[in-house]
Structures are given as C-alpha cells and as structure tokens.
C-alpha cells in the first residue's frame, strides 16, 4: 500500500529509554486477531500502558501529557522479537512517522520502512543526548530530514547524520513501496523463476 | 571464488540487484497462516492483482487455534474469524490449505519439513520470525512483514540487502543431559539478543553434524532470537534420509539430481565470515532463562548475576528481574513452578516428547503443576501414540493436547495467569508472552520434563 510522503519532520519527541523494547511489548500477540489494519494505535504498548482493567497507568511516558510528538525515542535494540508488521502499524496508526534508536533489530526496522514510519539509527552518544534534551525540556524539537539524512537537536543546533539506501529513501520521498517496483518487473522474475530447480 | 553456503543460496535468487539499494530476491516457497496474512490480501484486493505462483504459497492455520475440543467450532470470534479469513482467501487465490482438522493441520514450521516443501538449497519465508527453523535443511529461510507477504504473493520476490555472514562453530562433545535448546540458548547467552543482528548465520562443527533433524531445527528456529535473520546448516545425508518419500520432496529421477545437486551446497574451505564464534561444547549446561528476553539464560545451576556483571543498562535488567520476581544472585535450583509448556515451532517435534517421556517416566506429574503438551502437528501426534509415548505420559499424570502454537504466545486459550511460573519448551521469555503478566522460564524438554514432575525447578541430570 502506497503510504504518506517523509520529507522533513520537526517535532517533539516521546522518550521511552528502555533496552530490547520487544515486539511483544509494543502490541501484546492478543491484539493481532484482526483481518484489516485498523485500531492498531490504540494497543501500542498496550500492558505498560494500561492495567488489567484498562485503567491507564500514570507512570507510562505515552499517558503523560508532558510528552507528545510524532517522533518516538526508544532506547538500544529496538523492536526485537517477532515479525509482526502489526507492531509498525501500531507505531505509525498512534501518530508516530519516526522512530529513533542507538539499534534497532532488522525485521522491525524493515517493517517500518515498508510502512512510511521512518527508523533513524543515531550513536549511542546522540541518543544520549536526546534523552538528556527532552528530559531538560519535553517540549524540545528534533528535525528529521530525509533528503539530507540528518537529525538534528533544534535547541543546540547539534546534529547527526543516518543511514538509509538510495532506493529506500527514494520510496519514503515519493510514497512509493516495493510492489509498485515488482509489479513492473514481472517479467523479468518469470524468466527468472523458468530457470530454478524449485 | 571461495563462497560460503549462504552466498551459494542467496546469490542463486537474485533476480537483480539494485544499486544503493536491496537484491530483488526470489521465493522458492511461502508460508503464510491466519494471523500476518489477511490484510496482505486485502492488499491484493485493493490493487487487484492476482497471486503470482499460487502453487508456491502453503496455507495453514496454526496461531490462534484452540488445543482442545477442535472438532467444535472456534469460540473466540475473532480468532474464529481470522481462521475463517485464511480458508477464504486460499480458495479464492488457489492456494493450498491445511486448516482446522485438517490431518496435515500443524504449526507451519512443523508442516513444512514433515510433508517435504522444505528443501535444501531452497529459500522460504513466512510472517512469522521463527522461519528461520527451515535453515536446519540448508535453506535460507526467514520472517518477514505483512508488506512483504502482500509482495511474495504478488510477485513471488522481495526486496532484501544481502545480510552479513556469522558462522558459529561448536565443537566437541556435549555433556549428558545438554541438547539442542541448551546449545541455542548458550549462544544466544554468549550473543545477547542483538549480537547477530545483520547477519545471517551458519551452524557449524561436530555438534551439528551430529545433531539429528529435529534438534538442527529447534537450533535453526532460535536463531532470530539473537537477532540474526536466520540461521542453516549444510546438508549432508541425515537430511536426504529425512526428506526422502515426503510429499512434496522430489521423487525418482528428480530426486537423484537434487541430491547430487544438494551435495554442493557447502561452505568450501577457505571461505571468509564477516564474524565468527567458537565454543567448545564442554563449556555448556543445561540452560534455563531468568529474564525477560532469551539472551537472560545461564546454566541451571548457576546463579542470577548482578546488575554490573551483565552487559547493557542496570535499570533495564533491574526492571526486568522485578518483572520475573527474582533477585539478583538467586539460585535457579529449586524455584517454584506453576505451569509447564511441551511444543510450540521451537520443540513440538516426535524427538522432544520422546526426551521429555523418558525423564517422567515411572514418576508423577507435581500436584502443583499444570502441564500443556502440545504437539506440533497431526503427524507428530500420531507417533507420540504409535510409539507408545502416550501411554507412559498418560500413567504419569499428564494429557496431551491438540496441534497448535498454544502457550507459546498466548494468542489462544492456551495463557499463563498473571504472575505464574512456566517452565516452557518455546522460543521467547517477553513480558507477558505467555499471557498478561506471565513468567516464562526457558528451556528444554528434559528441564521442563523435570521441573513437571518436581513442581520445581530442578536439574534434569539429577533424574536420569
């Protein structure tokens, strides 16, 4: 599915300085029984969210209103775990369109990119930075800008560059995923699969 | 030029490459269950395009599927729902469909090997992270999105950058009592949960080759949990004698020239790893999990380290032995349990109810203990009876249940209450995994097998 344009993005930051924030954490299995992509938001870290009796948790950075913003700040090894693409979902359907860690684990990391939720893996050093920033002032900015693979930590100016492949950047730029790509190279992969054992 | 097996698999299905960007992969065969594969077809609906190979996609239903009782209709609707979603949609894309009472129904990396779609030299992927168990056959075979089941569909590719390569060689002789879960988990502890991250790894050394199916499979199957994408081990004549005659496996004249065909596919001698591990199979125990991810494991009669002793944020591993209810230094031996949890993709095959039979036979399930035995699949069930397992299982206090992922990770009825004990046989120790609130502790059969009939945690090597 073709999603929204990334360019650049300014916002506050939600910090959530945890290590091996895993997939089952950011939407529990029990969620996953629906059959179309909707109302993932709503269970995005649904068990340090909520409690049993769905009482939010005043402890949990997303119930406090200190803290807002599109863009999530998780702490090293980000989305380990399963491949659930509902956990990207979950991130991108409760507002976020980037997530920024020290690590993040490989399938989450692809899920997002093929979703338009933008995965910025900074140095151990700069996320410690950030978390410092939004600690001194929830309401701080960070720019993410795609064209120029840069975050940037608005109040001091201090910047960092990401990595991401041309034809990735590319997609997020223009709202392009991979079956558009795949589509207009089927003939290519027939020709291909003609010559294969199996 | 000196390659390794996965360069010789990869590089055979590369449709393209693209320049700063992925290698258009090509899928061999596809895995897809009820739970990451709907709003893939509501994909192909949208753009109206039809599957690619529908004779290269195997559905089957295995997440959400009640362990009990499945001759009756599914009470969760939702999850009754999703079933019913996967059923539809492979009838309308022609794709092959093992549901709910089906007899070749099971978890799909048990269904898989079993009926021969597995294949060296073959590439697999499902959406669902533990695929990586196809790679005990020398395939490359991993997890992957939703997106991606949408892309494989339509156009039987994805688009992967070629991972780095990690080989782990483990050589030498296992003590009495160490099996397959234990050697995973022992790397995985080596590892942590990220330190294969961006490879792809190779199992390698005497361990493995003399490892049977069942156990490559469940080493296999934990690969992701140290971040790897997955993990294989070349295949040698144990494999062929397992795939020989199954049903989808090549027969006559095709399956003599896969053979000779498969017998290539190694890592030639002189071939150079981006990273490599050794251990010496001496150096590991019985394993058990005392966290909340499976790098959190030590050998069973060790005790839990400090904060400064381990890697990472103390803040991070102090939240999570709060969760477990443990303390820094505590012993693992003679914890009390409350549940115990035979199955799942990682040790639901015939191999493990075998190993987890011989430790409680001639004793007594613990009062204290609710035991789930889950196998893998149909098949796998069947040869627990033929084999006489259920038998000495029955007289011991236990029950075996239906086909499913189960306990695992509490998508069925199948949930560890909150704060409970399990001793589980699966892949991940996550909060709330096993249910809101669970504790899960992993290991293998005979650990579980041991802690069943003790009410606590025990080791097994006391009980042989």
Not at chain 1, 29 to 50: C, I, M
Not at chain 1, 88 to 116: E, H, M, P, Q, T
Not at chain 2, 145 to 167: D, F, H, L, N, W
Not at chain 2, 189 to 205: D, P, V
């Amino acid at each position: 599915m073709a999603y929204d344009k990334f360019n650049i993005l300014t916002s506050s930051a939600v910090p959530l300085p945890i290590e091996n924030v895993d997939t089952d954490q950011i939407i529990p299995a029990r969620f996953l029984k629906a059959t179309e992509r909707v109302g993932f938001g709503d269970n995005l870290f649904r068990d340090w969210r909520y409690n049993g009796d769905d009482s939010p948790k005043a402890d949990f950075v997303l119930n406090n209103p200190t803290y807002s913003g599109k863009i999530l700040v998780g702490g090293k090894n980000f989305g380990s775990g399963s491949s659930r693409e509902h956990a990207a979902w979950s991130v991108y359907d409760y507002g976020f369109r980037a997530v920024v860690s020290s690590f993040f684990a490989d399938i989450f990391k692809g899920n997002c990119l093929n979703i338009g939720v933008l995965p910025v893996q900074v140095s151990a050093e700069f996320s410690d930075k950030i978390f410092a920033a939004i600690e001194a002032d929830p309401n701080t900015e960070l720019e993410i800008n795609l064209p120029e693979q840069t975050i940037t930590l608005k109040a001091t100016g201090e910047k960092e560059s990401f990595d991401i492949n041309g034809y990735k950047k590319n997609n997020m730029l223009n709202g392009f995923d991979d079956i558009d790509y795949l589509q207009n190279i089927k003939e290519d992969i027939i020709e291909f699969a003609d010559k294969l054992p199996y | 030029m000196s390659t390794t097996l996965f360069d010789k698999v990869w590089d055979s299905h590369v449709v393209r490459k693209i320049e700063d960007g992925p290698d258009v992969f090509f899928i061999d065969r596809h895995f897809i269950h009820e739970v990451t594969s709907p709003v893939a077809f509501l994909g192909l609906k949208s753009r109206n395009i039809k599957v690619l190979y529908p004779e290269r996609t195997f559905a089957t239903a295995d997440h959400n599927t009640p362990t009990i009782n499945q001759h009756l209709p599914v009470e969760d609707p939702l999850s009754a729902n999703q079933l019913k979603a996967l059923e539809d949609n492979a009838a309308e894309y022609g794709i092959s469909h093992w549901g709910l009472g089906h007899k070749k129904n099971g978890i799909v990396h048990v269904v898989g090997p079993e009926n021969g779609i597995t294949l060296p030299g073959a590439t697999i992927v499902c959406g669902d992270s533990h695929t990586s168990t196809h790679g005990a056959f020398g395939a490359i075979a991993f997890g992957i999105g939703t997106s991606e089941v949408e892309m494989v569909m339509a156009t039987q590719c994805i688009m992967q950058p070629k991972p780095k390569k990690m080989r782990i060689n483990v050589n030498g002789t296992l003590s009495k009592g160490v099996g397959p879960k234990d050697v995973a988990l022992y790397i995985i502890s080596k590892l942590t949960t990220s330190g294969g991250t961006g490879y792809f790894a190779e199992y390698a050394g005497n361990v493995f080759e003399e490892m049977s199916m069942e156990g490559r499979m469940t080493v296999c199957n934990l690969s992701i949990e140290m971040g790897a994408r997955g993990g294989m081990i070349a295949p040698d004549q144990k494999t062929f004698d397992f795939l020989e005659g199954r049903l989808y496996a090549p027969k006559g004249e095709a399956w003599t020239k896969a053979v000779e065909y498969w017998k290539t596919l190694k890592t030639d001698t002189d071939a150079v790893f981006d990273s490599e591990l050794n251990i010496d199979a001496a150096d590991i125990e019985p394993m058990i999990t005392y966290g909340t991810n499976p790098g959190m494991g030590i050998g069973i009669s060790k005790s839990i380290p400090s904060a400064n002793q381990v890697e990472g944020g103390a803040e991070t591993y102090k939240k999570s032995l709060a969760y477990m209810g443990f303390q820094e230094n505590d012993v693992m031996i003679g914890k009390p349990i409350d549940f115990v949890f035979l199955g799942s993709c990682t040790n639901g095959r015939i191999e493990d109810f075998r190993a987890f039979t011989e430790i409680v036979k001639g004793r007594k399930k613990a009062d204290n203990v609710t035991a789930w035995l889950v196998p893998g699949s149909h098949v796998v069930e069947a040869q627990i009876k033929e084999e006489g397992l259920l038998d000495i299982l029955t007289e011991s206090g236990f029950v075996l249940r239906q086909p499913g992922c189960s306990a695992c990770l509490a998508m069925n009825d199948d949930k560890v209450p909150a704060g409970k004990y399990a001793v589980s046989t699966s892949n991940r120790n996550f909060e709330g995994r096993q249910g809101p609130g669970s504790r899960t502790l992993l290991a293998s059969p005979i650990m579980a097998a041991a802690a069943a009939v003790t009410g606590k945690l025990t080791d097994p090597r006391e009980l042989f």
